[in-house]
């Protein structure tokens, strides 16, 4: 008697909600039906294919890579690790106007910045501006938590292992050389500068860091990373912010600044460049090379001819498995209509 009461109130309420008796739409599909509908979503397929491929082939890129593997490359004597603040110049012309706005990448290949352990390696209340976690640092950065018994701010790897090459673009101009301006505002994503990461509320801010060391690699500490503009430090500092979100794939790029003012407005002119590169991250210890990469966009973003493809792809099977569904068709079914 007290089993089938337990399993009355254990029993769904008999409606139609929870007996699944609810009325629904069951297309039934049809040929008439089917194959047309193939064909017209192949054919929107196709054309959004053809117009992001165009539109893909019409982004201008340039592609210069320093690593310095070469014995002829200018940057080979920056890659013995002994040297300390190497500097070589990469010499590239463009035979065009490169169209505005510009925007200035370095990338890295065989980097693999989805490493679980790397990842997991930063102390987010830290990253926050919580002054007890500079003090003592979260367990999770380990191995970057102290550095001579001094607490490491930020800590852990990623912060650690911060890219740190700098660039300056000069145009040859009659023999001299003009530098074009880089503009490295509003580089990171918006949430990370407002949201995500804090700087401690203390002025001036070399206060906050007071007792703790910056991280082993770094060559200045975080409240000094940028001498020029004494807002661009810390924990919000746009060079920073860009490291610290991490790539999915082992070969990335990453911002570094935009070409958008004074006479480059509308884009890099023809003529010849020198990039002036201050050599400072080494790559060669996991086979990995750098390089920069000029780029502009287009309504679609930068340029990928693989999106386009894929939908010329997707889009002429659907068009072909409607061709032969409307044979099978036609063998199969009209007979037995006559």
């Known amino acids: 008697m007290v089993k089938e009461e337990k399993e009355t109130t254990n029993r769904p309420d008999n409606t139609a909600f929870t007996q699944q008796r609810l009325p629904a739409w069951q297309p039934m599909l049809s040929a008439g039906i089917v194959i047309p509908g193939f064909v017209v979503i192949g054919l929107a397929f196709i054309g959004i294919g053809v117009a992001l491929f165009v539109t893909s082939q019409s982004i201008q890129v340039k592609e210069l890579d320093y690593t310095g593997v070469e014995q002829n490359s200018p940057c ?34 065989n980097y693999f910045q989805n490493y679980r352990s790397y990842g997991a390696s930063k102390d987010d209340n830290q990253l926050y501006g919580d002054l007890t976690y500079f003090e003592s640092p979260s367990n999770s950065c380990a191995p970057y938590i102290y550095d001579n018994n001094k607490p490491i701010v930020p800590c852990g790897s990623i912060a650690n292992s911060m890219f ?12 001299a050389q003009k530098e074009v301006p880089l503009d490295g505002k509003g580089i990171a994503w918006w949430t990370d500068y407002n949201v995500k990461y804090r700087n401690p509320n203390i002025t001036p801010l070399r206060n906050a860091f007071n007792g703790t060391t910056k991280p082993v690699f770094w060559p200045r500490p975080a409240y000094e990373l940028d001498t020029s503009d004494p807002n661009n430090n810390g924990f919000i500092n746009q060079d920073f912010l860009v490291w610290m979100r991490r790539a999915a794939l082992p070969n990335f790029r990453k911002l570094y600044r935009r070409i958008t003012e004074g006479d480059y407005e509308a884009g890099l002119p023809a003529g010849n460049y020198t990039l002036r590169i201050s050599y400072n991250y080494p790559v060669l210890s996991f086979d990995g090379r750098k390089k920069v990469v000029l780029s502009n966009v287009s309504w679609m973003g930068g340029k990928n001819d693989f999106l386009g493809i894929a939908y010329l792809v997707i889009g002429s099977l659907c068009v072909f498995m409607s061709i032969v569904m409307l044979i099978v068709y036609a063998k199969f079914k009209f007979p037995e209509e006559e």
């Open 164 to 175: 740190n090459d700098t660039f300056k673009l000069y145009q040859i101009v009659n023999g």
């Open 76 to 109: 080979f004597k920056c890659t013995n690790l002994s040297t300390r603040n190497c500097e070589c110049n990469l010499d590239f012309s463009l035979d065009k106007l490169f169209e505005g706005p510009v925007f200035f990448y370095y990338g890295l290949t």
